[in-house]
């Protein structure tokens, strides 16, 4: 019956291939949980994802943390020209919520108490709702220059469960663009988020 094998071969081809094609492929695994991040979510430490695909954030307006003009430039520009064209739903929220089960999700801030020396910015949950996601994250990035484009779009990474090459499956290097697009570390600083980066995220959200 050689007709009907070469029919269900032929079955099964289609098969997977609608499979492929049905979700977004991404090369480098670069969202958390990877291969080689198997950390979980965490308040205070760790990297997260976002709790779901509908995304709202803040910038601190008055107060230790604000962010000027500029700074909000590029958050915005970031949020508009990487993200927004994601699968993720995302909006300014203009009253911030801080408490309770559908906080603000992402919190910016222009400072620099408690980054490490050589830390430009950082991002942390501050409250994990499961292994894998938060509810809400901060971003904190120092004043005085360090508000570009490259690094909001990588902190935001950091918001939604990107890390960086040495975390990513399979390992890259913290400078390969091509793969890690913004979230590249050191000298080799992008401003792009990557077509890599986009399809996990549509893979995730
Ligand atoms: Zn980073």
Redesign the pocket.
Known sequence: MRATSRGKVAIAAAASWVLLTGTAFAATDTLMPTRNYTYYCGSGHGICQTDNETLTYYMDSGGTYELESNDRYYVNETVSSDYAPTDLVISYDSSPSFSGDAETDHIWQEGSTGLSDDAAGM?WCNDAVDLYACDQHYIRIRGNGYYVGSLTC??M??GVGLV?GDLAYPTRSRTDVAAMGC?V?GTAYSPDLGTNNFNNINATY
Request: charged share 10%.
């Open positions: 991002t990588h902190e990474g950091h960086h979230m570390t």
